[in-house]
């Protein structure tokens, strides 16, 4: 009934509508209340009241160190833990609890995933030095290859077609004997664009190296299976899908051979002896309830995001003119929207919508004057880079909010573009035979 | 055991409605109503009584963590505006 409900509606484009159902912003009084809109959900998201409930007894009263195996305090803090594994391991279809490790977070583990693996296997055959990855993989990923080219080992960038999907062809003529890992990000954060993982994986397996996929943006958005994926290896992050900022996974699959690491962190030998340290009890079951809520909502959050993305397309299709939406549009995450307005400075964008938290791109790189490197790998030339936006939908956003960036976005676009020389010129170029593109601005 | 009767599963679910509204955050509190009314939606046809009585219990919990959490962010948001005495430099009584 619900869907059969955006169908109707999405024909008449009735931008009207309010399918979704509860908005308890009724009156001009209420409105003008809210004053903050976070929709900037690929840098980090608001966590889930019902994950902070499970998780404050552990910050309390329940406070043993999960790897004390002498009295209750510690068996206590060990149950959670184990539960936590148990609910990450059934949402990605795991077989054994041990196959995750935690970490401090995506980054860590994408770490200790690339730097850990290949030093462990060059040590074994130092002809083993190759790794293959993405020109738009995230930062953590690409400072690791760069690190380990620096201490000799060869690394294959791949470059996207305009979609943002690295195609297999390419892997395919890269993969060599001296291959020891491939790295490709699940769900890319910025464009939103899913890879194809499952024959990517086949053709890792094919070939007998290992597989990494950064998942921290695909947890619990998107069906995960590890087994029918042929996954290896994969990172997750807590505070990407409404769970406590600080906590990661590591997945390792047992297979035969054992996949080896070097251990980054030494210490206890907790956590198999790949990563030392106590384990912080109260944000692994925060993390384990974030994945047992997302392992529910998945379906129910997606239908709701896929309204979003729609919505805003047709709203600024229909209402503005010169604008790119950056990735492809099907093999997508559709709660990830990028978006370039042309003849418009990105930042200066931002800035106007001061009431709205959006980005210009990765938060790793917002502090950088750089365009996007994500952008620059699809082809997107570097003025148009600069004018793009990101736009993060989550579980936690309104209808209304929606409706308050879409107009916000046309008044503000519309704005800028009327003080803009670039877009003057432009109409000035529809009416005669000049060509903007002549122009170099430095 | 009795299964619950209509009165008391609509008792709970006004009771969460009302607690829910008293979210301090916009964003949860949208949410928590909205989740709140496509749950007893999606399980108004439920007629299995063990099934209900499953359902009505997991309501009674998670009206306890909405409550929690009410507390949590009412207290969060007069530390945030200043209106306690741990940050008006008073002694703090209410420490366990």
């Known amino acids: 009934r619900i869907l059969t409900y955006y169908t109707v509606n ?22 003008k209340k809210i004053s903050r809109f976070y929709l900037d959900s690929q ?6 009241p019902r994950v902070f409930d499970k998780m404050i007894p552990y910050m309390t009263y ?29 949402l990605i279809n795991g077989k054994n609890n041990k196959e995750i490790i935690f970490t401090s977070g995506a980054t860590e583990s994408n770490n200790l995933a690339i730097i850990g693996i290949c030093t462990y296997y060059n040590n074994i055959n130092k002809n083993k030095n190759h790794i293959i990855t993405s020109q738009i993989e995230h930062k953590c990923i690409l400072q690791s290859c760069r690190y380990l080219q620096t201490k000799g080992f060869e690394v294959t960038y791949l470059k996207p077609n305009q979609k943002g999907i690295i195609e297999l062809e390419d892997i395919k003529k890269n993969i060599k004997p001296n291959t020891i890992l491939a790295s490709f990000i699940f769900v890319n954060n910025e464009i939103g664009v899913i890879q194809d993982i499952k024959n990517i994986g086949k053709m890792c397996k094919e070939n007998q190296i290992l597989f990494h996929t950064d998942a921290s943006q695909a947890i619990g958005k998107v069906p995960i299976d590890v087994q029918e994926m042929n996954i290896d290896l994969m990172s997750i992050s807590a505070h990407k899908i409404y769970g406590p900022k600080g906590i990661g996974a590591l997945f390792i699959k047992r297979k035969k051979p054992n996949i080896r690491l070097n251990a980054m962190m030494h210490g206890g030998g907790q956590e198999r002896g790949m990563r ?52 492809c549009q099907i093999n997508r995450y559709h709660g990830n929207l990028n978006i370039s307005f042309l003849f418009v400075e990105g930042e200066s964008l931002l800035m106007s919508l001061n009431d709205i ?38 579980r936690f956003t309104t209808f209304f909010e929606v409706q308050k960036l879409c107009v916000d976005l046309v008044n503000s676009v519309k704005r800028l573009r009327s003080i803009s020389p670039l877009y003057e010129m ?11 593109l002549q122009f170099v601005w430095t | 055991m009795a299964a619950s009767s209509r009165a008391q599963v609509l008792d709970l679910y006004r009771a ?13 509190r949208t949410y928590a109503v909205r989740r709140i009314r496509d749950a007893f939606r999606e399980n108004k046809n439920v007629k299995d009584p063990v099934e209900i009585q499953t359902l009505v219990n997991k309501a009674k ?22 209106n306690s005495s741990w940050s008006l430099g008073k002694p703090c009584t209410h420490w366990p």
Request: glycine share 6%; net charge neutral.
């Open chain 1, 43 to 48: 840098a980090t998201t608001m966590i889930d």
């Open chain 2, 16 to 28: 969460m409605l009302r607690e829910s509204k008293r979210f301090s955050s916009y964003n949860y």
């Open chain 1, 357 to 394: 938290a959006l980005s210009s791109g990765s938060a790793c790189t917002s502090n950088t004057l750089e365009p996007s490197y994500v952008l620059r790998s699809i082809g997107v030339s570097e003025d148009i880079a600069h004018t793009s936006i990101r736009i993060g939908f989550n």
């Open chain 2, 61 to 82: 919990r998670d009206l306890e963590v909405i409550r929690r959490q009410v507390a949590e962010q009412g207290t969060a948001a007069r530390r945030k505006t200043g």
């Open chain 1, 62 to 90: 329940v406070y043993g160190n999960s790897h004390s195996r002498n009295h209750f305090f510690g068996w206590e803090s060990e149950n959670a833990v184990e539960e936590a594994r148990e609910n990450i391991i059934r």
């Open chain 1, 426 to 436: 432009e109409l000035e170029k529809n009416n005669s035979s000049s060509d903007t």
């Open chain 1, 10 to 31: 999405l024909l008449k484009l009735n931008f009207n509508a309010n399918p979704i159902g509860v908005d308890d912003v009724k009156n001009e009084k209420q409105k």
């Open chain 1, 276 to 327: 030392s340290g106590t384990l912080p009890t109260h944000l692994i079951v925060g993390l384990g309830e974030a994945i047992q809520l997302c392992s529910r909502e998945m379906e129910r959050d997606n239908k709701k995001l896929i309204f979003f993305f729609n919505y805003v397309k047709q709203y600024l299709s229909k209402n503005l003119d010169y604008i790119i939406f950056n990735g």
